[in-house]
Nanobody
Framework: QLQIVESGGGSVQPGGSLRLSCTVS????????IGWFRQAPGKEREGVSC????????NYAESVKGRFTISKDKAKNTVYLQMNSLKAEDTAVYFC???????????????????????WGQGTQVTVSS
């Protein structure tokens, strides 16, 4: 059974950096598209970034382009979200999500719509405040 565990959240001042980790157990990342989403209090969950099952194809929300970078370490079955130049509006609970592709031979690229992802972690809090 697929398990997803996020870590790396915390409190940081504006302009600071954090790196979130999403460790997936049970299956190889070659069979999953992984996405990062966030939800601020009183707001809907929004997509932040995603990475294809193979090939390292990435997608970013406009609000984080140039500041956030998604990457993966296949040996550790972990996907990272490096967040730089953080702003107060980045404050949210960040969730990692996975969608199976059932095919590890071709890259599958997905968008940032939360309903398209079937498996979710519990989330990690990121607070950006002075």
């Amino acid at each position: 059974q697929l398990q997803i565990v996020e870590s790396g959240g915390g409190s940081v001042q504006p302009g600071g950096s954090l790196r979130l980790s999403c460790t997936v157990s049970g299956f190889s990342l070659d069979y999953y598209v992984i996405g990062w989403f966030r939800q601020a209090p009183g707001k809907e969950r929004e997509g932040v970034s995603c990475i294809s099952n193979i090939g390292g194809i990435t997608n970013y929300a406009e609000s984080v382009k140039g500041r956030f970078t998604i990457s993966k370490d296949k040996a550790k079955n972990t996907v990272y979200l490096q967040m730089n130049s953080l702003k107060a509006e980045d404050t949210a609970v960040y969730f990692c999500a996975a969608e199976p592709t059932f095919d590890a031979s071709s890259p599958v690229v997905m968008g940032l719509s939360a309903p398209d992802y079937d498996y979710w972690g519990q989330g990690t809090q990121v607070t950006v405040s002075s």
